[in-house]
Protein backbone atom coordinates (compact mmCIF):
# COMPACT_ATOMS: atom_id res chain seq x y z
CA UNK A 1 0.00 0.00 0.00
CA UNK A 2 1.69 3.72 -1.34
CA UNK A 3 2.29 5.96 1.46
CA UNK A 4 -0.91 8.26 0.45
CA UNK A 5 -3.42 5.43 0.14
CA UNK A 6 -2.37 4.68 3.95
CA UNK A 7 -2.89 8.34 4.63
CA UNK A 8 -6.37 8.18 3.25
CA UNK A 9 -7.48 5.45 4.94
CA UNK A 10 -6.54 6.78 7.82
CA UNK A 11 -8.09 9.49 7.57
CA UNK A 12 -11.25 7.73 6.37
CA UNK A 13 -11.04 5.66 9.63
CA UNK A 14 -10.82 8.91 11.94
CA UNK A 15 -14.05 9.75 10.18
CA UNK A 16 -15.79 6.81 10.15
CA UNK A 17 -14.69 6.76 13.99
CA UNK A 18 -16.83 10.38 14.21
CA UNK A 19 -19.40 9.51 12.50
CA UNK A 20 -20.15 6.21 14.53
CA UNK A 21 -20.84 8.68 17.08
CA UNK A 22 -24.17 10.92 15.19
CA UNK A 23 -27.06 8.35 16.14
CA UNK A 24 -30.00 9.95 17.78
CA UNK A 25 -28.83 11.55 20.85
CA UNK A 26 -26.24 13.87 19.00
CA UNK A 27 -23.80 15.86 22.07
CA UNK A 28 -25.19 13.57 24.50
CA UNK A 29 -23.66 10.28 23.31
CA UNK A 30 -20.34 8.92 24.37
CA UNK A 31 -18.35 8.35 21.51
CA UNK A 32 -16.65 4.42 21.65
CA UNK A 33 -13.15 3.59 22.57
CA UNK A 34 -11.26 5.10 19.05
CA UNK A 35 -9.71 1.53 18.37
CA UNK A 36 -13.16 -0.20 18.47
CA UNK A 37 -14.27 2.70 16.12
CA UNK A 38 -11.69 1.94 14.05
CA UNK A 39 -11.83 -2.18 14.30
CA UNK A 40 -16.20 -1.75 13.12
CA UNK A 41 -14.49 0.22 10.40
CA UNK A 42 -12.12 -1.63 8.79
CA UNK A 43 -12.52 -4.10 6.50
CA UNK A 44 -13.02 -7.54 7.90
CA UNK A 45 -10.57 -10.56 7.42
CA UNK A 46 -11.47 -11.93 4.25
CA UNK A 47 -11.32 -8.23 2.72
CA UNK A 48 -14.20 -7.65 1.63
CA UNK A 49 -15.86 -5.22 4.47
CA UNK A 50 -19.85 -4.58 5.59
CA UNK A 51 -21.69 -4.33 2.88
CA UNK A 52 -25.03 -3.62 5.06
CA UNK A 53 -25.76 -0.05 6.22
CA UNK A 54 -24.20 0.61 9.24
CA UNK A 55 -27.33 2.93 11.02
CA UNK A 56 -26.03 6.46 11.60
CA UNK A 57 -22.37 6.17 10.07
CA UNK A 58 -21.09 8.54 7.11
CA UNK A 59 -18.44 6.44 6.00
CA UNK A 60 -17.66 3.08 5.74
CA UNK A 61 -14.01 1.56 4.46
CA UNK A 62 -14.08 -1.19 2.12
CA UNK A 63 -11.07 -3.46 0.41
CA UNK A 64 -12.14 -1.61 -3.33
CA UNK A 65 -12.72 1.74 -1.60
CA UNK A 66 -15.69 3.39 0.25
CA UNK A 67 -19.38 3.52 0.93
CA UNK A 68 -20.42 7.48 1.64
CA UNK A 69 -23.79 8.08 3.01
CA UNK A 70 -24.83 11.43 3.38
CA UNK A 71 -28.02 10.59 5.03
CA UNK A 72 -27.03 11.50 8.42
CA UNK A 73 -25.70 14.68 7.47
CA UNK A 74 -28.84 15.51 5.69
CA UNK A 75 -30.88 14.68 8.57
CA UNK A 76 -29.22 16.62 10.76
CA UNK A 77 -29.00 19.99 8.56
CA UNK A 78 -32.93 19.72 7.94
CA UNK A 79 -33.67 19.64 11.79
CA UNK A 80 -31.02 22.52 12.28
CA UNK A 81 -33.15 24.38 9.71
CA UNK A 82 -36.11 23.78 10.84
CA UNK A 83 -34.97 24.79 14.13
CA UNK A 84 -33.77 27.79 12.86
CA UNK A 85 -35.91 28.88 9.82
CA UNK A 86 -36.72 32.86 10.38
CA UNK A 87 -39.61 34.02 11.77
CA UNK A 88 -41.30 36.89 9.86
CA UNK A 89 -42.48 38.30 13.31
CA UNK A 90 -39.14 38.86 14.44
CA UNK A 91 -37.13 41.29 12.15
CA UNK A 92 -34.75 44.13 13.08
CA UNK A 93 -33.85 47.29 10.97
CA UNK A 94 -30.42 47.41 9.64
CA UNK A 95 -28.23 49.70 7.87
CA UNK A 96 -26.19 49.24 4.09
CA UNK A 97 -23.23 51.24 4.48
CA UNK A 98 -21.62 52.98 1.35
CA UNK A 99 -17.76 53.11 2.61
CA UNK A 100 -16.43 54.61 -0.70
CA UNK A 101 -18.95 56.76 -2.39
CA UNK A 102 -18.08 60.00 -0.61
CA UNK A 103 -15.26 60.17 1.45
CA UNK A 104 -16.76 59.05 4.54
CA UNK A 105 -19.11 55.99 5.33
CA UNK A 106 -22.64 56.50 5.29
CA UNK A 107 -25.93 54.52 5.61
CA UNK A 108 -27.35 54.01 1.63
CA UNK A 109 -30.26 52.04 2.67
CA UNK A 110 -32.10 50.64 5.73
CA UNK A 111 -33.88 46.99 5.33
CA UNK A 112 -35.64 44.25 8.04
CA UNK A 113 -33.81 40.96 8.23
CA UNK A 114 -34.15 38.60 11.13
CA UNK A 115 -32.99 39.07 13.87
CA UNK A 116 -29.34 37.78 14.55
CA UNK A 117 -28.17 37.73 10.83
CA UNK A 118 -25.17 38.28 10.32
CA UNK A 119 -25.07 41.36 7.75
CA UNK A 120 -22.08 41.69 5.02
CA UNK A 121 -21.05 43.53 2.02
CA UNK A 122 -21.98 47.51 1.17
CA UNK A 123 -22.22 49.79 -2.30
CA UNK A 124 -19.42 48.66 -4.81
CA UNK A 125 -18.03 51.35 -6.86
CA UNK A 126 -16.80 51.06 -10.48
CA UNK A 127 -16.13 54.78 -11.07
CA UNK A 128 -14.41 54.21 -14.50
CA UNK A 129 -17.36 53.09 -15.95
CA UNK A 130 -19.50 54.97 -18.16
CA UNK A 131 -22.73 54.23 -17.93
CA UNK A 132 -24.15 55.89 -15.36
CA UNK A 133 -26.45 53.15 -14.02
CA UNK A 134 -23.66 50.82 -13.86
CA UNK A 135 -21.37 52.92 -11.68
CA UNK A 136 -22.74 51.66 -8.62
CA UNK A 137 -24.33 48.57 -7.16
CA UNK A 138 -25.56 46.85 -3.99
CA UNK A 139 -23.46 44.32 -2.87
CA UNK A 140 -24.56 43.04 0.15
CA UNK A 141 -26.03 40.06 1.86
CA UNK A 142 -27.16 38.75 5.03
CA UNK A 143 -27.62 35.28 6.54
CA UNK A 144 -28.86 33.06 9.30
CA UNK A 145 -25.76 32.47 11.52
CA UNK A 146 -25.98 28.72 10.31
CA UNK A 147 -25.36 29.64 6.68
CA UNK A 148 -28.00 27.95 5.61
CA UNK A 149 -30.91 31.28 4.96
CA UNK A 150 -29.36 34.17 3.22
CA UNK A 151 -31.13 37.76 1.43
CA UNK A 152 -29.27 38.96 -1.14
CA UNK A 153 -29.32 42.42 -2.46
CA UNK A 154 -29.13 42.66 -6.41
CA UNK A 155 -27.09 45.25 -8.34
CA UNK A 156 -29.09 47.71 -10.86
CA UNK A 157 -27.62 47.21 -14.10
CA UNK A 158 -28.35 49.40 -17.10
CA UNK A 159 -27.79 48.06 -21.06
CA UNK A 160 -29.32 48.98 -24.16
CA UNK A 161 -31.19 46.04 -25.98
CA UNK A 162 -28.90 45.19 -29.29
CA UNK A 163 -31.77 43.12 -30.67
CA UNK A 164 -34.22 46.60 -30.83
CA UNK A 165 -34.98 47.67 -35.00
CA UNK A 166 -33.66 50.89 -34.38
CA UNK A 167 -29.94 48.87 -32.97
CA UNK A 168 -27.57 50.42 -30.70
CA UNK A 169 -26.66 53.30 -30.21
CA UNK A 170 -22.81 54.52 -30.18
CA UNK A 171 -23.40 57.53 -28.21
CA UNK A 172 -25.01 55.85 -25.45
CA UNK A 173 -22.13 54.63 -22.92
CA UNK A 174 -24.24 51.88 -21.76
CA UNK A 175 -23.76 47.85 -23.11
CA UNK A 176 -25.53 46.21 -25.42
CA UNK A 177 -26.96 42.84 -24.04
CA UNK A 178 -30.03 40.37 -25.73
CA UNK A 179 -32.42 40.87 -22.63
CA UNK A 180 -35.96 41.73 -23.85
CA UNK A 181 -37.89 41.16 -21.02
CA UNK A 182 -37.78 40.71 -17.30
CA UNK A 183 -37.44 37.25 -17.47
CA UNK A 184 -34.69 37.17 -19.58
CA UNK A 185 -33.10 39.56 -17.26
CA UNK A 186 -33.82 37.41 -14.07
CA UNK A 187 -32.64 34.20 -16.26
CA UNK A 188 -29.40 35.81 -17.47
CA UNK A 189 -28.82 37.16 -13.42
CA UNK A 190 -29.48 33.22 -12.81
CA UNK A 191 -26.64 32.06 -15.38
CA UNK A 192 -24.22 34.31 -13.98
CA UNK A 193 -24.63 34.25 -10.37
CA UNK A 194 -25.60 30.11 -9.96
CA UNK A 195 -24.66 28.56 -13.59
CA UNK A 196 -25.92 24.93 -11.85
CA UNK A 197 -29.42 26.51 -11.00
CA UNK A 198 -32.66 25.19 -12.38
CA UNK A 199 -35.08 27.16 -13.00
CA UNK A 200 -38.49 26.21 -11.32
CA UNK A 201 -41.05 28.40 -12.19
CA UNK A 202 -41.51 31.73 -12.79
CA UNK A 203 -44.42 34.60 -12.43
CA UNK A 204 -45.53 38.01 -13.32
CA UNK A 205 -45.20 40.55 -10.35
CA UNK A 206 -48.07 43.19 -11.68
CA UNK A 207 -48.03 44.56 -8.49
CA UNK A 208 -44.45 45.73 -8.76
CA UNK A 209 -45.62 46.76 -12.41
CA UNK A 210 -48.48 49.30 -10.65
CA UNK A 211 -45.80 50.55 -8.39
CA UNK A 212 -42.85 51.59 -11.36
CA UNK A 213 -45.87 53.26 -12.96
CA UNK A 214 -46.72 55.34 -10.06
CA UNK A 215 -43.22 56.34 -9.52
CA UNK A 216 -42.80 57.47 -12.45
CA UNK A 217 -45.89 59.47 -12.84
CA UNK A 218 -45.24 60.97 -9.04
CA UNK A 219 -41.74 61.92 -10.79
CA UNK A 220 -43.52 64.60 -12.92
CA UNK A 221 -40.57 64.83 -15.35
CA UNK A 222 -41.73 64.60 -19.11
CA UNK A 223 -40.34 62.19 -21.63
CA UNK A 224 -40.35 62.07 -25.95
CA UNK A 225 -40.11 58.28 -24.63
CA UNK A 226 -42.31 55.29 -24.44
CA UNK A 227 -42.14 53.23 -21.04
CA UNK A 228 -43.14 49.81 -20.57
CA UNK A 229 -42.45 48.60 -16.98
CA UNK A 230 -41.98 44.48 -15.85
CA UNK A 231 -41.39 42.73 -12.63
CA UNK A 232 -41.18 39.08 -12.31
CA UNK A 233 -40.18 36.47 -9.78
CA UNK A 234 -37.96 33.37 -10.63
CA UNK A 235 -37.71 30.31 -8.59
CA UNK A 236 -34.27 28.11 -9.21
CA UNK A 237 -32.90 25.37 -7.16
CA UNK A 238 -29.56 23.98 -7.02
CA UNK A 239 -27.59 21.44 -4.50
CA UNK A 240 -24.78 23.13 -2.55
CA UNK A 241 -22.39 20.88 -0.69
CA UNK A 242 -24.84 18.60 -1.01
CA UNK A 243 -27.64 20.32 0.04
CA UNK A 244 -30.39 20.70 -1.98
CA UNK A 245 -31.63 24.84 -2.16
CA UNK A 246 -34.21 27.18 -3.42
CA UNK A 247 -34.31 30.91 -4.20
CA UNK A 248 -36.82 33.06 -4.98
CA UNK A 249 -35.36 36.33 -6.89
CA UNK A 250 -37.72 39.48 -7.30
CA UNK A 251 -36.71 42.05 -9.79
CA UNK A 252 -38.15 45.05 -12.18
CA UNK A 253 -36.87 46.32 -15.11
CA UNK A 254 -38.10 49.51 -17.15
CA UNK A 255 -37.82 49.55 -20.92
CA UNK A 256 -37.77 53.24 -22.81
CA UNK A 257 -38.35 53.11 -26.46
CA UNK A 258 -37.54 56.50 -28.53
CA UNK A 259 -37.03 55.93 -32.34
CA UNK A 260 -36.72 52.15 -32.24
CA UNK A 261 -34.10 52.00 -30.06
CA UNK A 262 -34.61 50.95 -26.61
CA UNK A 263 -33.23 51.34 -23.30
CA UNK A 264 -33.49 49.43 -20.18
CA UNK A 265 -32.53 49.83 -16.48
CA UNK A 266 -32.93 47.73 -13.61
CA UNK A 267 -34.04 48.57 -9.88
CA UNK A 268 -32.23 47.17 -7.25
CA UNK A 269 -33.73 43.64 -6.74
CA UNK A 270 -33.84 41.14 -3.73
CA UNK A 271 -33.19 37.32 -3.60
CA UNK A 272 -33.95 35.05 -0.60
CA UNK A 273 -32.62 31.13 -0.14
CA UNK A 274 -33.04 28.39 1.75
CA UNK A 275 -33.15 24.82 2.40
CA UNK A 276 -35.57 23.17 0.15
CA UNK A 277 -39.49 23.31 1.61
CA UNK A 278 -38.47 25.74 3.86
CA UNK A 279 -38.23 29.25 1.68
CA UNK A 280 -40.86 31.73 2.66
CA UNK A 281 -42.49 33.85 0.41
CA UNK A 282 -43.92 35.77 3.01
CA UNK A 283 -40.54 36.79 4.72
CA UNK A 284 -39.11 37.69 1.21
CA UNK A 285 -41.55 39.82 0.55
CA UNK A 286 -41.87 41.20 3.80
CA UNK A 287 -38.19 42.33 3.54
CA UNK A 288 -38.34 43.64 0.57
CA UNK A 289 -41.17 45.89 0.65
CA UNK A 290 -39.46 47.35 4.19
CA UNK A 291 -36.16 48.57 1.68
CA UNK A 292 -35.60 52.24 2.22
CA UNK A 293 -33.00 54.58 0.49
CA UNK A 294 -31.85 57.01 3.28
CA UNK A 295 -32.29 60.73 2.00
CA UNK A 296 -28.76 62.22 2.49
CA UNK A 297 -27.16 59.47 0.57
CA UNK A 298 -29.48 59.53 -2.33
CA UNK A 299 -29.25 63.35 -2.77
CA UNK A 300 -25.65 62.94 -2.71
CA UNK A 301 -25.73 59.94 -5.68
CA UNK A 302 -28.17 62.55 -7.51
CA UNK A 303 -25.31 65.55 -7.41
CA UNK A 304 -22.67 63.25 -8.18
CA UNK A 305 -24.41 61.10 -11.17
CA UNK A 306 -25.53 64.53 -12.42
CA UNK A 307 -22.12 64.98 -12.62
CA UNK A 308 -20.45 62.32 -13.62
CA UNK A 309 -23.21 62.12 -16.99
CA UNK A 310 -21.69 66.04 -17.32
CA UNK A 311 -17.90 64.92 -17.36
CA UNK A 312 -18.91 61.45 -20.02
CA UNK A 313 -20.74 64.18 -22.47
CA UNK A 314 -17.69 66.76 -22.37
CA UNK A 315 -15.43 63.93 -23.41
CA UNK A 316 -17.90 62.64 -26.34
CA UNK A 317 -17.69 66.05 -27.63
CA UNK A 318 -13.82 66.72 -26.61
CA UNK A 319 -12.62 63.22 -29.01
CA UNK A 320 -15.70 61.38 -30.58
CA UNK A 321 -13.88 59.07 -32.65
CA UNK A 322 -11.30 57.78 -30.17
CA UNK A 323 -13.78 57.35 -27.54
CA UNK A 324 -16.53 56.09 -29.92
CA UNK A 325 -13.54 53.04 -30.52
CA UNK A 326 -12.71 52.57 -27.13
CA UNK A 327 -16.77 51.99 -26.13
CA UNK A 328 -16.93 49.30 -28.54
CA UNK A 329 -13.76 47.33 -27.06
CA UNK A 330 -15.90 48.06 -23.87
CA UNK A 331 -18.96 47.10 -24.70
CA UNK A 332 -18.98 43.15 -23.88
CA UNK A 333 -21.91 41.01 -22.15
CA UNK A 334 -19.49 39.06 -20.42
CA UNK A 335 -17.67 41.22 -18.51
CA UNK A 336 -21.11 43.18 -17.70
CA UNK A 337 -22.54 39.77 -16.47
CA UNK A 338 -19.39 39.35 -14.50
CA UNK A 339 -19.75 41.96 -12.13
CA UNK A 340 -23.20 41.88 -11.98
CA UNK A 341 -23.73 38.76 -9.69
CA UNK A 342 -25.66 38.08 -6.55
CA UNK A 343 -23.57 37.66 -3.45
CA UNK A 344 -22.75 34.01 -3.15
CA UNK A 345 -20.77 33.33 0.52
CA UNK A 346 -23.10 30.21 0.12
CA UNK A 347 -20.18 27.59 -0.23
CA UNK A 348 -18.18 28.39 2.49
CA UNK A 349 -21.26 28.54 4.68
CA UNK A 350 -22.83 25.15 3.74
CA UNK A 351 -19.34 24.01 4.41
CA UNK A 352 -19.33 25.34 7.44
CA UNK A 353 -22.49 23.48 8.51
CA UNK A 354 -21.21 20.15 7.40
CA UNK A 355 -18.06 20.52 9.49
CA UNK A 356 -20.23 21.87 12.49
CA UNK A 357 -22.07 18.79 11.97
CA UNK A 358 -19.34 15.94 12.13
CA UNK A 359 -17.63 18.36 14.86
CA UNK A 360 -20.89 18.35 17.17
CA UNK A 361 -20.74 14.32 17.08
CA UNK A 362 -18.19 14.63 20.38
CA UNK A 363 -14.98 14.60 18.48
CA UNK A 364 -11.59 15.63 20.93
CA UNK A 365 -8.43 15.01 18.95
CA UNK A 366 -7.58 18.12 17.12
CA UNK A 367 -5.59 15.91 14.21
CA UNK A 368 -9.15 13.58 13.61
CA UNK A 369 -11.05 16.74 13.89
CA UNK A 370 -9.56 18.60 11.03
CA UNK A 371 -8.44 15.90 8.50
CA UNK A 372 -12.35 14.84 9.29
CA UNK A 373 -13.06 18.51 8.04
CA UNK A 374 -10.94 18.45 5.03
CA UNK A 375 -12.44 15.07 3.97
CA UNK A 376 -16.01 16.81 4.35
CA UNK A 377 -15.37 19.66 2.82
CA UNK A 378 -13.29 18.07 -0.49
CA UNK A 379 -15.78 17.14 -2.60
CA UNK A 380 -16.76 17.12 -6.16
CA UNK A 381 -20.69 16.79 -7.57
CA UNK A 382 -21.81 14.02 -9.55
CA UNK A 383 -25.43 12.91 -11.31
CA UNK A 384 -27.22 9.93 -11.04
CA UNK A 385 -28.36 9.51 -14.71
CA UNK A 386 -31.44 7.34 -13.12
CA UNK A 387 -32.96 10.34 -11.31
CA UNK A 388 -31.33 13.62 -12.68
CA UNK A 389 -30.37 14.76 -9.32
CA UNK A 390 -26.62 15.43 -7.98
CA UNK A 391 -25.07 14.28 -5.16
CA UNK A 392 -21.61 16.15 -3.74
CA UNK A 393 -18.55 12.77 -3.08
CA UNK A 394 -15.84 13.30 -1.54
CA UNK A 395 -12.57 13.61 -4.33
CA UNK A 396 -9.70 10.65 -4.57
CA UNK A 397 -11.98 8.11 -6.48
CA UNK A 398 -12.43 7.97 -10.42
CA UNK A 399 -16.03 5.55 -9.89
CA UNK A 400 -18.96 6.70 -7.92
CA UNK A 401 -21.76 4.48 -7.44
CA UNK A 402 -25.36 4.65 -6.60
CA UNK A 403 -26.14 1.28 -4.28
CA UNK A 404 -29.76 0.07 -3.84
CA UNK A 405 -29.45 0.83 -0.49
CA UNK A 406 -29.85 4.80 -0.61
CA UNK A 407 -25.62 4.81 -0.27
CA UNK A 408 -22.86 6.08 -2.60
CA UNK A 409 -19.70 3.81 -3.34
CA UNK A 410 -16.02 4.78 -4.25
CA UNK A 411 -13.93 3.16 -5.99
CA UNK A 412 -10.59 3.53 -8.05
CA UNK A 413 -11.35 -0.07 -9.46
CA UNK A 414 -12.44 0.29 -13.07
CA UNK A 415 -13.95 -3.27 -12.91
CA UNK A 416 -15.87 -2.83 -10.04
CA UNK A 417 -19.33 -4.33 -9.74
CA UNK A 418 -21.66 -3.61 -6.85
CA UNK A 419 -23.63 -6.92 -7.09
CA UNK A 420 -20.50 -9.39 -7.69
CA UNK A 421 -18.31 -7.57 -4.81
CA UNK A 422 -20.79 -6.09 -2.10
CA UNK A 423 -24.19 -7.92 -3.68
CA UNK A 424 -26.17 -5.21 -3.82
CA UNK A 425 -27.81 -3.57 -6.71
CA UNK A 426 -26.84 -0.19 -8.12
CA UNK A 427 -25.86 1.95 -10.94
CA UNK A 428 -22.91 4.45 -11.89
CA UNK A 429 -23.24 7.94 -11.34
CA UNK A 430 -21.70 10.72 -14.21
CA UNK A 431 -18.71 13.21 -12.89
CA UNK A 432 -21.40 16.26 -13.37
CA UNK A 433 -17.94 18.52 -14.37
Known sequence: MSKRTSIQVFTWAMLAALAACSHPGGDAAQAPPLAAAMAAAAPDGAGHGMAGPAAGRIVQTHAKGLFFDRA??????????QASKPSVDRLERVQVIDT????????????????????????????????????????????????????????????????????????????????????DYLEQLTRSARPDARVL????????????????????????????????????GYRLQGQ????????????????????????????????????????????????????????????????????????????????????????????????????????ADIGRINQQIVADTGATDARIHAATIDAIQEVQPWRDPASGRAVDLPIHYAHAWQLGDGRQFMTNDGSFDPERDLGVSGHRLEPAR
Not at 72 to 81: G, H, K, L, V, Y
Not at 138 to 144: L, P, V, Y
Not at 208 to 230: C, D, F, K, W, Y
Not at 260 to 278: F, K, M, N, V
Open 72 to 81: SIDRETQRRA
Open 201 to 236: GYRDRPDLVAQQAAAARQSGQASPTRLRHESGELLI
Open 244 to 347: EMRESIVASVTFSELQGTIAAWSETGIALRAPDGLLDEALLERMRRSGRYEQAWAERMTAWSAQHVERVNQRQVASIQQWHARRMNEISLAGMAARHRIRMDTI
Open 100 to 183: AGFGEPLPALTIEVPAGWIARGGVDWRREVECIGNTHAFDWSAASPDGLYEVSLLPKLSWQVQSAPGGVVPLNPCPAAPMVSVR
